[in-house]
């Protein structure tokens, strides 16, 4: 049984994202510009379904956001109008967080906190305290226990309170890299998986010419039905699941880029690329 809070999957995870931190402020992936420009970076998916669940706003509402990163859709909510905590692992990301949080002029609207993901409820111990709690992008796959993961939502959500949930699609997780030239990608991962797969990669989504030294990571599968059974059994409800065709990153080299920023199937959609959800805490 893997030790959640403790051990060598969790060393070098937070390694190989430490490092990560400087190559993607150094990257184009990340552009700062639209939050210095007083607006948002979320993707235009989350974009829509945000706003689509908040028609009149966020002003008011107390937002966690898990696995926070350095914080840019952290600080887009903050830009909207909620208080958002921000929650990671990666101390150089926290650190950036914040100091991007002093420059946007954030800093009583945008806290963040440095904490592996299973201490949170020791870290920051407000039971039924956050209106909405957000993760998105690459998030779960890098834990090994989301039946976990789901509990500390559930924890954390007021009664009513909401999980905005959006991440890669499962599907599209059983694929490495392609099959050459123009070719599909090639199956290389069970999709029913419950065993991490061990990776040596030096490479990194956001920089191309990127060659890390603490390329080593543990990654697990999660297909949707344990996802849905996780946050089932720890108290919450599905209000909507929707499966993406797009993804803000090139996940594969097959992939077209479109004018919105996002990466789709060349011909048609042949598999979910990504997914969101909607779950909600019961009582008011």
Known sequence: MVDLRDGEWLDDNRANWDERVPVH????FYDQGPLRAGGTVLDPIVAREIAGLYPEGLDGLRVLHLQCH??????SLAQLGASVVGIDFSRPAVQEARRMAAELDLPTSACFIEANIYDARHIL??????????????TIGWLPDVAEWARI????????GVLY???????????????????????????????????????DYADPDAVLEYGRTWEWMHPLAEVHAALRDAGLTVDTLREH??????????????????????????????YSLVARRSGF
Do not use: C, Q
């Open 153 to 160: 939502i559930a924890w954390f959500l007021k009664p009513g």
């Open 25 to 28: 402020l150094a990257s184009g």
């Open 70 to 75: 350095f914080g840019s859709d952290t600080l």
């Open 245 to 274: 065709f797009e993804v803000p990153f090139a996940m594969f080299p097959v992939l077209v880029g479109n004018d919105e920023g996002m990466w789709a199937w060349p011909d048609r959609p042949w598999l979910p690329l990504s």
């Open 165 to 203: 949930f959006a991440d890669g699609h499962p599907a599209a997780f059983v694929f490495d890299g392609d099959g050459g030239p123009g070719r599909m990608p090639e199956f290389t991962f069970p999709y029913a998986s419950t065993e991490p797969d061990v990776l040596d990669d030096p490479g």
């Open 125 to 138: 111990p407000e039971p039924e305290s956050f209106d909405l709690v957000f993760t998105m992008g690459g």
